[in-house]
Nanobody
Framework: QVQLAESGGGSVQAGGSLRLSCVVS????????MAWFRQSLGKDREFVAR????????YYSDFVNGRFTISRDNRKKTVYLEMNSLKSEDTAIYYC????????????????WGQGTQVTVSS
């Protein structure tokens, strides 16, 4: 059994920054591929970024446009999403996810999910 717990959300002004964290616990004995998704009111869950097991490969949605960085510290069993130059349209609940095999950008690729952390960007 794997549990994920996000933190670091909050309310910021447009142009500001936040760093989200996701701590992995439970029965994992080796790192899993991880991803961040987000969901706004009335919209489907949307891929943001993913990272491979070792952390040396990262992949982003086009809307990120260089503003976000996904990273991980496997010693701490934690995955991060650093967000800069935030826009009002980034407002959403942000979820971290873990998958088995070779997950990509579909929510269906991921088996484990956190409860989400709210990010609100005002202008």
């Amino acid at each position: 059994q794997v549990q994920l717990a996000e933190s670091g959300g909050g309310s910021v002004q447009a142009g500001g920054s936040l760093r989200l964290s996701c701590v992995v616990s439970g029965s994992t004995f080796a790192p899993l591929p991880m991803a961040w998704f987000r969901q706004s009111l009335g919209k489907d869950r949307e891929f943001v970024a993913r990272i491979n097991r070792s952390g040396n490969l990262q992949y982003y949605s086009d809307f990120v446009n260089g503003r976000f960085t996904i990273s991980r510290d496997n010693r701490k069993k934690t995955v991060y999403l650093e967000m800069n130059s935030l826009k009002s349209e980034d407002t959403a609940i942000y979820y971290c996810a873990a998958g088995t095999g070779a997950p990509d950008r579909s929510p269906n690729d991921y088996q484990y999910w956190g409860q989400g952390t709210q990010v609100t960007v005002s202008s």
